[in-house]
């Protein structure tokens, strides 16, 4: 089946451990994982996992179910690119005398929509937030000035359908609550 | 101000409350606060002193399997905890529900790689439903109810619960809730409707329906709502390994036991059914062999409270999320009465030829030693098929599991999804122990049976009345088989140069004899049924003897060899 880039977002309670209970689900099944970033959600106490891997998607079907049933784990989504929007950012250090000696900076930050975070005389702190393709590309432009550090983040995603599925689980599991 | 206990005191008084009688475990230096407490508490919670801790953990599972409640095991860190992994994992693969609480270094000393401290959560993590370090006294009520919640609710496993010992020794008020709610676990969801529909339109259309009876019919005791659906609907009824007894053997819709040693009317008409009912059973490979052409005519209809089991082996066509009692209870007045005898007659023929041509040899071999299956069969029929069958792992297992019968629900204990050698002798310990009404009988090889061999010890403080049948062939006989069949017959490595068992047993006090001949094995059995008490008998078993039908692994369900020659005739 064809490989492809799927992005699994999983929401955990605030519990110890949750991290290792869900990596081991991809390096169980010989998956490696392309990114992966973790914060607290927009809901108190509620963690939001976004990870990025290259499977097929019976296999990807699977390690969401696999996840999913992890105890504090409250839902897990998969995705496709189209399904959602997405951003990741990078950060690039780059030697101030090179940039200043060349004339076409102004142009590449403009070009590639970057911002310029910190100037001293050694070094200029530049970001880009973008998908990879895009960072990759500035990337390639500033090689000429002999990059000295480049460091992407995981991605960040939210999705384009106009469900929220996890309050809408919520919802359902105060309702059980208070049957109970 | 509440008076204050140790977290000592909470944890047993937890399990109590849990309604804990039993627990199994081997003391140590970071559990004795709670051992010390254990002291107080005899006369309400019984403490079974096992010889390793591995087999308190299949002590605790086969307590669980025949009683159905939650096995528990106390022992100490490092170690100890290292040995308990297997049982941890054989009960996450037969979903058996346990507690297991392992002592833990003093918090401080957490990561520092102090005396008899190792990772416990960690490594367990992937081996349990739920793994948790309790690091304060006054946690240990809260993770105790949620513990017991987790392991014996939805589909059963088994839980770890790591504690420190400054949160045995801490002081803490004790007021305990039970658990009943987790936010993210939902362990009896509700059943679908629409779920429901659809697969009652499956049955009622089918023409050729079967269905697989798993282990989950046990755990949620649907057995007759099990025999009901089979019985309104004429449906014929197969059974995974560890969904024996789910069904009578002499019922007449039960057709035998699926899988690489089933019986062959299941296995090759799982290809001529027009519509599979798996229920509590999660199409192992074991069963399927070839994923790719198993059941290849048929829709497939699965019922399970393991939603994550939907398609992961086999692809499926409808599927009811859910508790198999409380499904099959809903989904019974929606299923039509009929009659299938012409389909229930396509299981004639296989059973015919199993019966003449494997059967009838296992059962009356021309040989002078025995065959494990006439054993088996012949404690069965002493015990007018009533009791609790617990194997060990190999040819023991296929063969005493194939020729015992069963009348009673939660009469087989075996390691199905692990096959964990060494299971057998604890397990047996702790079925015997949960319901000492009933008759024990442990089928074990010469192999399994050393693997665990120190909980003789057990039996011989307990004065446990597990009746031991040692099918002793001198072989890794599983092992030799594949060796015979597969590897040219070059046995390497399975020969075994044996004790003398029945000394052995007798160095524990334990009344035991050899079966050298066919003669002796009537009286032999007598005498073992008979004594009130543990009982060894070491069967000399003809090492050539094999475990057949046999559907080589990864081949087509409908593959069936007969012997070593000759392969069943699909037509």
């Not at chain 1, 000429?144 to 991605?155: A, L, P």
């Not at chain 2, 019985?231 to 560890?242: F, N, R, Y």
Request: net charge negative; proline share 5%; aromatic share 8%.
């Amino acid at each position: 089946m064809d490989e492809q880039l799927f992005t699994v977002t999983v929401f955990t309670e605030n519990q110890v451990g949750l991290l290792n209970q869900i990596s081991i689900v991809f390096t169980r099944r010989c998956l490696n994982i392309e990114s992966l970033s973790v914060s607290p959600s927009s809901i108190n106490g509620i963690h939001k996992f976004t990870i990025t891997c290259y499977s097929n998607r019976a296999m990807m079907e699977r390690v969401v179910k696999q996840i999913e049933k992890r105890i504090d784990v409250l839902k897990s989504f998969l995705y496709t690119d189209d399904e959602i929007v997405y951003q990741e950012v990078a950060l690039y250090k780059v030697p101030t005398p090179r940039l200043l000696d060349d004339r076409t900076v102004e142009e590449i930050i403009r070009r590639h929509n970057a911002r310029i975070l910190e100037i001293t005389r050694e070094y200029v702190i530049i970001e880009k937030t973008g998908h990879s393709d895009e960072t990759e590309s500035l990337f390639d432009e500033l090689k000429k000035y002999d990059i000295r550090q480049f460091v992407r983040s995981g991605r960040v995603a939210v999705t384009k359908s106009p469900e929220e599925y996890l309050t809408m689980y919520l919802e359902e599991q105060e309702c059980r609550l208070n049957e109970l | 101000m509440k008076e204050l206990i140790s977290g000592s005191d909470a944890l047993i008084q937890s399990l109590i409350l849990e309604g804990t009688d039993m627990v199994f475990g081997y003391p140590g230096g970071s559990i004795m606060p709670v051992y010390d407490r254990l002291f107080d508490y005899q006369d309400r919670l019984k403490h079974i002193l096992v010889r390793h801790e591995q087999g308190a953990t299949h002590a605790a599972q086969g307590y669980a399997r025949v009683t159905g409640r939650t096995g528990v095991v106390i022992v100490t860190s490092g170690p100890a905890a290292t040995n308990v992994i297997t049982g941890l994992s054989d009960a996450l693969m037969d979903s058996t529900p346990m507690v297991v609480v392992t002592g833990q270094v003093a918090t401080p000393f957490l990561g520092f790689d102090a005396f008899q401290e190792t990772d416990v959560v960690g490594i367990t993590q992937p081996i349990t439903k739920w793994s948790y370090q309790i690091r304060r006294a006054e946690d240990v009520a809260w993770a105790v109810a949620r513990a017991f919640y987790i392991a014996s609710t939805g589909r059963p496993g088994p839980v770890v619960l790591d504690i420190t010992k400054d949160a045995q020794v801490g002081m803490t008020e004790f007021d305990y809730k039970p658990c009943n709610y987790i936010r993210s676990y939902n362990p009896r969801p509700d059943i679908k409707e629409s779920d429901l529909l659809k697969a009652a339109e499956l049955i009622n259309r089918a023409e050729r329906p079967m269905i697989l009876s798993g282990h989950g019919v046990m755990i949620s005791g649907a057995e007759a709502e099990l025999a009901e659906l089979a019985e309104k609907s004429d449906i014929p009824v197969a059974t995974t390994l560890l969904g024996l007894s789910t069904i009578p053997s002499d019922h007449p819709l039960y057709k035998g036991m699926l899988g690489m040693h089933g019986n062959i009317g299941p296995n090759v008409n799982t290809n001529r059914a027009d519509l599979i009912i798996a229920i509590g059973m999660r199409f192992d490979d074991r069963i399927t062999g070839n994923v790719k052409t198993y059941a290849r005519n048929a829709k497939v209809l699965h019922i399970d409270i393991d939603s994550s089991e939907f398609g992961k082996n086999i692809p499926v066509d409808a599927t009811i999320h859910g508790d198999a009692r409380d499904a099959l209870l809903k989904l019974l007045p929606l299923i039509e009465p009929r009659k299938r005898t012409r389909w229930l007659g396509m299981f004639d023929k296989p059973q015919q030829i199993e019966s003449e041509q494997v059967i009838e040899r296992e059962l009356h071999p021309a040989g002078p030693k025995m065959t494990m299956g006439e054993v088996a069969a012949k404690v069965s029929e002493a015990t007018g098929h009533r009791a609790i069958v617990v194997t060990d792992v190999g040819q023991n297992q296929m063969l005493s599991a194939r020729y015992s019968r069963y009348s009673e629900p939660r009469s087989i204990v075996t390691s199905g999804g692990l096959g964990t050698m060494g299971f057998g002798l604890p397990a047996a310990i702790g079925a015997k122990m949960g319901r000492p009404d009933r008759t024990v009988c442990f089928f074990t090889g010469d192999g399994g049976l050393q693997m665990t061999i120190q909980e003789l010890g057990t039996i011989m403080e307990y004065g446990t009345a597990v009746k031991i049948i040692l099918l002793n062939n001198n072989f890794l006989g599983n092992v030799r088989q594949w060796q015979a069949l597969f590897f040219k017959g070059r046995f390497s490595q399975t020969p075994l140069v044996n004790p003398d068992f029945v000394a052995i047993a007798g160095a524990y006090g334990i009344p035991a004899e050899n079966v050298e001949t066919r003669d002796q094995l009537d009286g032999a059995i007598g005498r073992m049924l008979g004594h009130d008490g543990p009982y060894l008998i070491n069967v000399n078993i003809d090492e050539t003897d094999m475990v057949f039908p046999m559907t080589p692994a990864g081949g087509n369900v409908d593959f069936v060899m007969l012997n070593q020659t000759e392969i069943y005739p699909v037509d």
